[in-house]
């Protein structure tokens, strides 16, 4: 069993990582929704999640995807938005 001060350092980092997935998902979401619909604003919100796409910060993937679909649907591209829907139903 890990010391308590090891313990807790770990519980910190893993608390750390989720809160930074909630703020890169909420920063997707602003970017969609105080900037003008096109292909440009889809390509940054994809890019916000980017670190969730790849696993390198822990959040809800499934959320993230719903989040980069909307977004692209918004810029007129069905089937980008189509596949990160069909990806959010299969995390």
Same mark, same amino acid.
């Given at each position: 069993?890990?010391?308590?001060?090891?313990?807790?350092?770990?519980?910190?980092?893993?608390?750390?990582?989720?809160g930074?997935?909630?703020?890169? *998902?909420?920063?997707?979401?602003?970017?969609?929704?105080?900037?003008?619909?096109?292909?440009?604003?889809?390509?940054?919100?994809?890019?916000? *999640?980017?670190?969730?796409?790849?696993?390198?910060?822990?959040?809800?993937?499934?959320?993230?995807? *719903?989040?980069?679909?909307?977004?692209? *649907?918004?810029?007129?591209e069905?089937?980008?938005?189509?596949?990160?829907?069909r990806?959010?139903?299969?995390?």
């Amino acid at each position: 069993m890990p010391s308590t001060s090891n313990g807790v350092a770990m519980v910190r980092r893993r608390v750390e990582a989720t809160g930074r997935g909630r703020d890169l *998902l909420e920063r997707a979401r602003q970017i969609q929704f105080l900037r003008i619909s096109g292909p440009r604003t889809a390509s940054d919100v994809e890019g916000v *999640l980017e670190p969730i796409f790849s696993g390198r910060v822990r959040a809800d993937v499934a959320a993230a995807h *719903l989040v980069a679909g909307d977004a692209q *649907l918004a810029a007129g591209e069905k089937d980008k938005a189509r596949e990160h829907w069909r990806t959010s139903v299969s995390v």
